[in-house]
């Protein structure tokens, strides 16, 4: 039996990464500061602990794993990364995690660690345009993220590198875009956009909703089956990255809200308020992927985002009562 650790499992995509991996017959340890929020894990072992601790990452990683997600990170939606009021954790805890995982891997003789960088990484002078933002994986340099979110995944995305050359740590590097899915967070300030959206369309009253900035920001969102899937694929191929896994599906903010109103049969009336906004326009570019794994994501947004809205109504609804 194939034996897996998920860090981050309590997580919103470790959750569902830790489902898939015993689904596919694995055996599985997850590791997270906290139990997944909305439902039990199905590792057959979780550890409920701090990664920035190196004692907890010896602990967690005792022995030669056959394959190593690390998936753990500080972080959030763009309240979260973007108003700069957690650069200074954002940083430390993560790269922490990451420094302690790499090292810890190459102690226990792990066969195989995935990495989960992010979009985030990529330069804002490329993404001013709403209509033709570039992400090719190259045009990541020369580097110029737009937070230090994006700053300390390249950083890590670089030392996993240097640990495959210096160590032979046999990693693999995927950048997400916007991976959004029931069981994701949905309030609280750590939610991402489509989570967002369907949580102001359930609750709204008052006939009107609440969006950030003009709403004409364009964004592709990738439902969580199709990363993993596409995780998985990696994963099983011995391409290495960094390549990323989003979605090429482009919507404004604006046209989100407004699929997301449509699938909840209740037109509401747009209202847009100052908020932190990231850049102008991201979309993925999948000919990389399309080269090395001869895949690519193809779920319609429309499609992810109906099942998505009936998770959240249903756990607005449960509050209300
Ligand atoms: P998430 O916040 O739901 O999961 C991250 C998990 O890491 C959380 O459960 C958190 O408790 C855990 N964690 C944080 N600090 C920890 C620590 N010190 N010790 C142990 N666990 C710790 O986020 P997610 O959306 O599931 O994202 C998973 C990964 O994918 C992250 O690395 C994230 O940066 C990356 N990513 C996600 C998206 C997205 O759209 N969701 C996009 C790009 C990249």
């Known amino acids: ?39 039990e894990t199905t590792a057959d072992d979780f550890v409920v602990g701090d990664l920035t601790d190196p004692r907890i990452v010896e602990k967690v990683i005792d022995k030669p794993f056959d394959e190593v997600y690390q998936l753990a990170a500080d972080m959030g939606g763009a309240g979260y990364i973007f108003s700069g009021e957690h650069d200074a954790d954002v940083m430390h805890n993560s790269a922490t995690i990451n420094l302690n995982v790499a090292r810890r ?21 490329n993404q001013l345009d709403p209509d033709n933002p570039n992400c090719v994986e190259d045009s990541a340099y020369p580097a110029a993220p737009d937070s230090e979110y994006g700053w ?22 995927a950048r997400f875009h916007n991976i959004f899915g029931p069981q994701g967070t949905w309030e609280g300030g750590k939610e991402k956009a489509p989570a967002a959206m369907c949580r102001k369309v359930a609750e709204s009253k008052s006939g009107e909703i609440e969006v950030w900035g003009d709403g004409k920001q364009t964004r592709t969102f990738l439902y969580v089956d199709e990363c993993l899937e596409g995780v998985r694929r990696l994963m099983d ?23 997301v109103m449509e699938i909840a049969k209740k037109p509401l009336k747009i209202k847009h308020i100052d908020g932190p906004l990231g850049v102008r326009g991201r979309s993925s570019d999948n000919h990389l992927i399309k080269e090395e794994l001869g895949w690519e994501p193809h779920l319609k947004l429309e499609d992810g985002l109906r099942s998505t809205y009936e998770w959240i109504a249903a756990q607005v609804k449960a509050k209300e009562s």
Not at 105 to 125: D, G, N, Q, T
Not at 152 to 173: T, W
Request: hydrophobic share 35%; aromatic share 12%.
């Open 237 to 259: 191929s011995d391409f290495m990255g960094p390549v990323n896994i989003g979605s090429v599906e482009m919507v404004s903010i604006n046209q989100l809200a407004e699929m």
């Open 1 to 39: 039996m194939k034996t897996a650790l998920v860090c981050g499992a309590g997580g919103f995509i470790g959750s569902h990464l830790v489902s898939k991996l015993k689904k596919e017959g694995y055996w599985v340890r997850g590791a997270d500061l906290k139990r997944p929020q909305f439902g």
């Open 105 to 125: 891997s190459v102690e226990s003789k792990v066969k195989k660690l995935f990495y989960s960088s992010s979009a985030c990484i990529y330069p804002e002078r």
């Open 152 to 173: 300390e995944k390249l950083f890590s995305e670089r030392m996993y590198m240097s640990y495959q050359r210096n160590y032979g740590l046999n990693v693999r590097i």
